[in-house]
């Protein structure tokens, strides 16, 4: 190799630039490392600086094997100049130490960018849908040599490097280049591939020196590692073709939807209880058997990284990554695959309300209050000990926008269940007076969560039709389920948590003491339309001494039973879509323990297996009366029968879809009711679809007469009625056998009534 390995001037050198890159707080180490055309006199060709602090020397290996010295210029950066050669310029360089040892390698900074321009100013605006294809790990080829791509935002930081077992975890090794004013840093590093665990390295304005893991990572280490993992992606391929095109053109409110709340860890163990399911392992199973009992969607709570069990995945630190508790994700995708062949949809807890404080992760990244508030008052949650997003900087609003995307682009979710979106809507959310700032208008609304929820529920409207989002908000705040353009937040659907609390006190109550609180048990329809609601009996009723459903129940074993049918069956028959947790099938007595799978021995007791065969009649009644789903949004689809009779605690309503219609009835005392008359819109004989004190399911049996036939007294606003046998504790559902074209009447009262 001829080389001359004096300095030259052409490109010129700043000696502060120099000095900044041996301090190791240079900005852009590319100016000065790498190849670059030159010039030494009259003579073109190319110079090369490479950089090891611990190097005694270099030597330039070119791509035909010939190898030359460079010229130590400074501790540890060396040149070295070639007359005629032209860029693009390939080599290696072999840095040599004391120690005889030697390393070769592709030279990082001799490669451009990996972002564009065009990558830089969406994000900067806020806009960038696809954000996680930019920022973060990506293996790639460029110019023939394998390696990775590292992107991070840290627009505060003096330096950042990217670290790992490829560079010793010296950050002196790999300083990233910021791209303009961005506050991106980038470096492609040849050589590392998928599997490789690495970090950001971070210095400070004030010196101060930290790691961190990458907030796009798609993979992170399991405690007490904390470091992230390159990832191939694009890998796996996806079976659920059919699925996919028949969300796209469906309408999710005016289909069945009955939610099945998984927590991953603790749904299934392995055969010798010694740890949880893999997804693999969990995949076949969870369809079977969520295809049983009719559930139309798993709802797993938050899969998205998190160091501490305890927190059931809601103290997040890795929003790109699936936890690698149970697997990769790919691992992951082929659960999400199997229930989709399985005609399952799939929802995330998803958690943009809050963050943990743990150093490793978001919090502080760039040693300043980067993706949160720096005014406590903003930027710190009460309730949780944790951190709060700064929803108004367009980049972290990017952030959280793209996430949503990135879960239902990579992995095919179908719908995001948005947790705490009251702690978002309110910045006087748990605070006293003094603790908290009002908004620019002088009110307690967080404007900034408002938008960026409405960003986010119009990107996923907008770019996955048929994909649908729900909102876990507990307050009256308006227009929740109303579209953006209407001045709503864009949300499918919003939990029903007064309808939970509401119902399942009343249940909770004596039988002998209902009568006085009936309008506990109704009062949801008064509201009912002001939202598309889904009524759930979530995972967060059955922990913390609020004991499991079964024990909130009153009476003797047989009653707490039947009191549950007749609340799912209740559940089940009236407006709204409906979500179960995860073991509510098995009727346990114990509270969810999150780090114990659930006692699927229970099912072989007498009683639960007889209360599972009730589970799974409710399921194919559900599915097989399009009354009980159709029209769940529509006033028309709901009319109460009779919700006066308190001093008897029985209520009756009717449940419609077009000119079809079925009837259902509650007595909600153990005592029988003979000979009880309601009136009934249809004029043909009624059948007895359900009835919750079946002996098959653990009822009495008490004799209910299969077919009722109307007589033409008029009752309940109808024009003819029945008389019913109503079991103890028990629910009835009548179907009436008629064509759709008999319907007599609509009753007189309506369901706000």
């Not at 049983?292 to 997040?316: D, K, M, N």
Request: with cysteine; net charge negative.
């Amino acid at each position: 190799m001829t080389a001359d390995q004096s300095l030259h001037s052409v490109p010129s050198i700043s000696q502060p630039d120099v000095e900044r890159l041996l301090a190791g707080v240079s900005g852009d180490p590319h100016a000065i490392l790498g190849a670059h055309e030159a010039s030494a006199g009259k003579t073109k060709g190319v110079v090369v600086r490479g950089y090891h602090p611990d190097a005694i020397s270099v030597d330039l290996v070119l791509e035909t094997g010939a190898s030359g010295p460079m010229r130590q210029w400074r501790d540890g950066l060396f040149t070295a100049f070639l007359p005629g050669a032209t860029l693009p310029f390939r080599y290696q360089l072999r840095f040599k130490f004391a120690n005889d040892e030697s390393w070769t390698h592709e030279d990082p900074y001799r490669f451009l960018p990996t972002i564009g321009e065009t990558d830089l100013y969406l994000f900067n605006e806020g806009t960038h849908h696809r954000l996680w294809e930019v920022l973060g790990a990506h293996p790639r080829t460029i110019d023939g040599v394998d390696g990775t791509s590292f992107a991070v935002w840290a627009p505060n930081a003096m330096r950042v490097s990217v670290v790992g077992d490829f560079c010793a975890w010296d950050g002196r090794l790999l300083p990233m280049r910021t791209l303009g004013s961005s506050g991106i840093w980038e470096l492609f590093v040849p050589g590392v591939g998928d599997g490789a665990i690495y970090k950001y390295e971070i210095r400070t304005s004030s010196g101060a020196t930290f790691l961190k893991t990458d907030p796009f990572a798609f993979k992170l280490q399991q405690f007490p590692g904390t470091g992230s993992i390159v990832v191939r992606t694009g890998t796996y391929t996806w079976g659920d073709n059919y699925w996919s095109g028949h969300r796209r053109t469906a309408d999710i409110t005016r289909e069945p939807v009955l939610i099945y709340e998984v927590h991953a860890g603790s749904w299934a163990h392995t055969d010798d209880g010694t740890q949880s399911l893999t997804y693999r392992e969990m995949a076949p199973r969870l369809a079977e058997h969520a295809t049983s009992l009719g559930f139309t969607h798993i709802e797993f709570l938050p899969i998205a990284e998190h160091p501490f069990a305890g927190s059931w995945g809601y103290q997040v630190t890795g929003y790109f990554a699936p936890t690698s508790r149970f697997g990769t994700p790919d691992d992951f995708r082929f659960l999400v695959d199997t229930l989709h062949r399985a005609g399952i949809g799939v929802i995330l807890d998803w958690v943009p309300a809050h963050f943990p404080k743990d150093d490793v992760a978001l919090s502080r990244f760039d040693g300043t209050a980067l993706y949160e508030h720096a005014d406590p008052r903003l930027g710190e949650h009460p309730d949780w000990g944790t951190l709060i997003f700064n929803f108004g900087r367009t980049e972290v609003r990017n952030f959280l926008v793209a996430n949503a995307l990135y879960w239902m682009n990579e992995f095919h979710i179908d719908g995001l269940r948005v947790d705490a979106v009251a702690s978002m809507l309110y910045l006087d959310y748990s605070r006293k007076a003094g603790e908290w700032v009002r908004n620019r208008l002088g009110g307690r609304e967080n404007l900034e969560a408002v938008e960026l929820l409405r960003a986010m529920n119009t990107a996923v409207a907008s770019e996955h039709p048929g994909n649908f989002t729900v909102a876990e908000e507990s307050t009256a705040w308006p227009g929740v389920t109303r579209p953006v353009a209407e001045g709503g937040l864009g949300f499918t659907f919003k939990w029903n948590m007064g309808w939970m609390h509401d119902t399942l006190e009343y249940f909770a109550t004596d039988p002998i003491h209902r009568s006085y609180q009936q309008g506990q048990l109704t009062f949801a329809m008064v509201y009912e339309y002001s939202e598309r609601f889904i009524m759930p009996l979530s995972h967060d009723e059955v922990v913390h001494l609020k004991r499991s459903l079964l024990e909130k129940m009153p009476g003797d074993e047989w009653q707490r039973f039947a009191n549950l049918r007749l609340l799912l069956a209740y559940q089940y028959t009236r407006p709204g879509k409906k979500l179960l947790f995860m073991g509510t099938e098995l009727a346990p007595t114990a509270e969810w323990n999150h780090d114990l799978p659930l006692d699927w021995n229970l099912g072989k007791q007498p009683m639960r297996a007889r209360f599972a065969e009730f589970m799974t009649e409710l399921g194919k009644l559900y599915h097989a009366q399009p009354e009980l789903w159709r029209d769940d949004y529509d006033p028309s689809g709901f009319a109460w029968i009779d919700v006066a009779d308190t001093a008897n605690s029985i209520v009756s309503y009717v449940r419609r879809s077009g000119n079809s219609h079925l009837v259902v009835v509650l007595n909600l005392t153990p005592v029988p009711r003979e000979n009880y008359w309601i009136g009934v819109p249809g004029a043909s004989t009624y059948r007895l679809a359900l009835s919750t004190d079946d002996t098959r399911f653990g009822g009495s049996g008490y004799q209910v007469p299969d077919r009722l036939e109307p007589q033409p007294t008029f009752t309940h606003g109808f024009p003819q009625s029945i008389a019913l046998t109503l079991p103890p504790l028990g629910a009835l559902v009548l179907v009436p056998e008629y064509t759709g074209d008999e319907l007599s009447s609509q009753p007189v009262r309506e369901a706000h009534q």
